[in-house]
């Protein structure tokens, strides 16, 4: 009787808190808020927005771009790996959250990618402080031998469980690894809404669950843009 009594009021706590979380997050009227809370992006950062908008080049909200920042400047990283580098407007935060002799390697196999982003890295005069890597990512990991301090997970969904098992030895104790697009447009949780979509949302699914349960690290998925997932490497 007293076990019901427990029970129940733990369902309840639990609906209320997800209430709680509802309301907090997701209304339209604090997204709205949190979106125009920073200043605009300017400088370079600015045009590269526009070019991924009106190209279609898929790159971080301006939200996970400046978290990337931030959580390189707080465990000060060095050496940071991204996967999936595009136009490199990521590549450009986590330079800035670095000291002078930090140093990003990307990852990416699209030369015009490379080509745009190379441009704009000289612009930025970040050149000396990138070394991209041209081919796919689960061809490239196996042949890097540094040691990094953030690595940032933002390629193809359905290989992101082999990313992060390929990438996990090159990450230092303490060191952190951020994922993109974990919520995936809100199918991940709910239905696909795009069939070209299904195989990335399992995997996603898939991903999530070994994500916040890795035994190396202690992990989990923020309500950021699309859902990002952080996790510190404790073992
Ligand atoms: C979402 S975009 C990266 C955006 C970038 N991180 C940013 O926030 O500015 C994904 C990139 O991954 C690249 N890509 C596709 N297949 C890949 C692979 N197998 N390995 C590494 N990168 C890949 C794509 O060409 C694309 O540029």
């Known amino acids: 009787m007293r076990l019901d009594f427990t029970l129940a009021q733990e369902i309840i706590r639990r609906s209320e808190a997800m209430k709680a979380k509802i309301d907090a997050i997701i209304q339209r009227e604090q997204a709205e808020y949190l979106d125009q809370l920073h200043p605009a992006s ?35 990283a060095r050496r940071g790996l991204e996967i999936g580098m595009a136009i490199g407007y990521s590549v450009l935060h986590l330079l800035r959250g670095m000291p002078e002799d930090g ?6 196999p699209s030369d015009v990618m490379i080509a745009r982003a190379t441009d704009y890295f000289a612009r930025a005069g970040v050149g000396g402080r990138v070394r991209i890597e041209r081919g796919r990512a689960l061809e490239v990991i196996p042949q890097l031998k540094e040691t990094f301090d953030l690595i940032y997970l933002d390629a193809v ?33 709910g239905d696909v809404r795009a069939p070209e979509q299904t195989a990335s949302t399992q995997a996603l699914r898939v991903f999530n669950q070994r994500f916040v349960r890795h035994p190396q690290l202690r992990a989990e998925v923020l309500s950021i843009g699309d859902g990002l997932g952080y996790g510190v490497k404790i073992v």
Not at 160 to 172: C, K, M, T, V
Request: glycine letters at 6%; one cysteine or more; proline letters at 3%.
């Open 157 to 189: 969904k359905e290989e992101y469980s082999d990313y992060l098992e390929q990438a996990l030895p090159l990450l230092r104790i303490g060191g952190v690894v951020i994922a993109d697009n974990l919520l995936w447009g809100g199918q991940v949780a």
């Open 103 to 108: 140093l990003v390697v990307t990852i990416e």
């Open 42 to 76: 300017a400088d370079i950062c600015a045009e590269m927005e526009a070019y991924a908008a009106e190209h279609r080049v898929p790159i971080a909200d301006r939200e996970v771009a400046l978290f990337l920042e931030i959580t390189a400047r707080a465990i000060t």
